[in-house]
Each structure stands twice: as C-alpha cells, then as structure tokens.
T-cell receptor
Framework: EAQVTQNPRYLITVTGKKLTVTCSQN?????MSWYRQDPGLGLRQIYY???????DKGDVPEGYKVSRKEKRNFPLILESPSPNQTSLYFC??????????????FGQGTRLTVV | QQQVKQSPQSLIVQKGGISIINCAYE??????FPWYQQFPGKGPALLIA?????SEKKEGRFTISFNKSAKQFSLHIMDSQPGDSATYFC????????????????FGQGTRLTINP
C-alpha cells in the first residue's frame, strides 16, 4: 500500500530534550516536506527536500533540522524543543520536485506536546 | 504575497444543502490550486484541483470555481452529506521547478465544515 509513515503519532516531551520524528515513504517520491498545523494558521511548511542530500527552508524553519540521506526517509529533528513547538506535524511526499502539479501524500500526523 | 486567505473558519450546513468555502490569493504567479480534505486524526488528502486556464472544474458533488481577475477561487459541495464533515484547506503553488520558492504548497487557514443530519 502506498503510504507515508510517521512515528511516533503522539509525543510528550520536556523543554530542551532532543527528539526526532521519523518519516518514510514507499512511493519512490523525490519531493518530501514537513508541515506544522496550528489552529487558525493552516499548514505551514517547515523544511522541504527536492531529492537526496538537497534540503531547504520553508516558511517556519527556526528550531528545526532535517536530513535526507536516503530517498525514502526524511526525519525532522528538534535539537532543543520549546513549548512554542507544540503542534501537529505532518510529513508529505510527492512524485517529483514540481510539487505544484502533483498530488501531495500526507502522513497520519504527529501530535507533539512540549512541556 | 505568498499568503492564501480562506474563509469562513467554520461552517455549519444542513444535510442536502450547498457548502461554499472561499479563498483569495495575491501572488499572480500561482498557477495550481488544489483543495485538500482532512478528517479527524488523519492527514490531508487531495480532493480536487484546478489550473487558471479554466473557470470551473467539477468532480461529482465537488466543484471548484476560479476567478482569475479577482484572484479568488472557491469550493462548492452540492447536496452536502454528514460524511463530508471535515476540515478543508485550499492551497496554491507555482508549477515551475526552476522558480525559487515554487517548490511548496501555500495553504489557507482551513475551514471546519459540519454537516448536520
């Protein structure tokens, strides 16, 4: 089954404790991205990757890191989480770097709470 | 200029009625306008999309209307059903690999739609 898999689905952590949210897709997609969803703000892009070893900042990259060492995986790293990073996070992938004209497939989401 | 403004924030419609969600954008370089549907506990999924060379696209009960001169587009759900209750996001992007910043979808704020039985 074609899918984007995120883990964990739920995470409660303390301020400053490094964490990683994993994302994996099995569709051989080139383009992957991370979004955060906050009430009233919609989905905002954190980082994106057009292919292996190619990543770039989205609209809200502060406090986040990503890596793309393999085509299928695109982990999101919070080196020192803070309460304002409490949010619902989504990983998405699409077929090729022209993300505007192909369907974006989203994972199930990771609800992160930083206390 | 990269913003997409969506309204209303929430909408309640009776079963069988028409649901209408509106979006407006500023960046005239946008040339791909999808709508995503999100059920609770799930990620968004593509519902329907339109390009500015047409003014309307219909798929079943779902229709996108597009007004290029006004820089507005809207989603109409005909004969709305309780199963349509979800959050809807409009989005826009630039369909050009070589333009800086094109490689992303810009989403609206979302509309929580509730269809009462």
């Amino acid at each position: 089954e074609a899918q984007v898999t995120q883990n964990p689905r739920y995470l409660i952590t303390v301020t400053g404790k490094k964490l990683t949210v994993t994302c994996s897709q099995n569709m051989n997609h080139e383009y992957m991205s991370w979004y955060r969803q906050d009430p009233g703000l919609g989905l905002r892009q954190i980082y994106y990757s057009m292919n292996v070893e190619v990543t770039d900042k989205g609209d809200v990259p502060e406090g986040y890191k990503v890596s793309r060492k393999e085509k299928r995986n695109f982990p999101l790293i919070l080196e020192s989480p803070s309460p304002n990073q409490t949010s619902l996070y989504f990983c998405a992938s699409s077929l090729w770097a022209g993300a505007g004209n192909t369907e974006a497939f989203f994972g199930q989401g990771t609800r992160l709470t930083v206390v | 200029q990269q913003q997409v403004k969506q309204s209303p924030q929430s909408l309640i419609v009776q079963k069988g009625g028409i649901s209408i969600i509106n979006c407006a954008y500023e960046n005239t370089a946008f040339d791909y306008f999808p709508w995503y549907q999100q059920f609770p506990g799930k990620g968004p999924a593509l519902l329907i999309a339109i390009r500015p060379d047409v003014s309307e696209k219909k798929e079943g009960r779902f229709t996108i209307s597009f007004n290029k001169s006004a820089k507005q587009f809207s989603l109409h759900i005909m004969d709305s059903q309780p199963g349509d209750s979800a959050t809807y996001f409009c989005a826009a992007s630039i369909d050009d690999y070589y333009i800086q910043g094109a490689q992303k979808l810009v989403f609206g704020q979302g509309t929580r739609l509730t269809i009462n039985p």
